[in-house]
């Protein structure tokens, strides 16, 4: 249940900043204090602050980074090229199931977009097709079927019908 970890998460970090919000009003009903010396705490305390929100930030990236859902910069497999043109997409007839393959996604005209569906409709992968660069898109094919790709940016009247597909066996 990821969604009760990030609720539990989320209701202690409120918490906190409930907490934190209401010791700042206690503090400062209290008598006034000399300018001087707010100013010599606020900047003390805004240097912490800055300080723990980079160490936090820091941390929160060297935590997540590894488990971004993006693939790895490998571009092992058996490449095929993509061309997208305006209205339809150059594809393999047929692709290999359990082995690793690279769609090296490029088009000859306009910028399009390569969206993979898989045999039940669902997005599994895309990569942005653009004119005068290559795409690459690693990818393993576990489930047989009948793959859609549809261009996901509009690229001009026919952008609707433009679609492909290819066979995983």
């Known amino acids: ?92 007839a047929v692709i290999p199931v359990n082995t690793p393959v690279v769609f090296d996604v490029t088009s000859a005209d306009v910028n399009h977009g390569f969206g993979i569906y898989n045999p039940r409709g669902r997005l599994i992968g895309q990569v942005q097709a653009m004119p005068d660069y290559v795409n690459h898109l690693p990818f393993d094919f576990h489930v047989p079927g009948r793959y859609t790709v549809r261009c996901l940016e509009y690229c001009g009247i026919g952008h609707a019908a433009m679609q492909g597909s290819f066979f995983v066996r």
């Open 1 to 92: 249940m990821p969604g009760l970890l990030v609720l539990k998460i989320f209701l202690g970090v409120a918490i906190v900043a409930i907490a934190a919000m209401v010791a700042m009003a206690l503090y400062g009903a209290s008598s006034p204090v000399p300018q001087e010396v707010v100013f010599s705490k606020g900047y003390a305390v805004r240097r912490y602050w800055l300080v723990a929100v980079l160490v936090g930030a820091a941390a929160v990236f060297a935590i997540s980074v590894p488990h971004f859902p993006y693939p790895s910069a490998a571009t092992t497999g058996r490449h095929y090229t993509i061309i997208a043109r305006q209205y339809f997409f150059a594809l393999p």
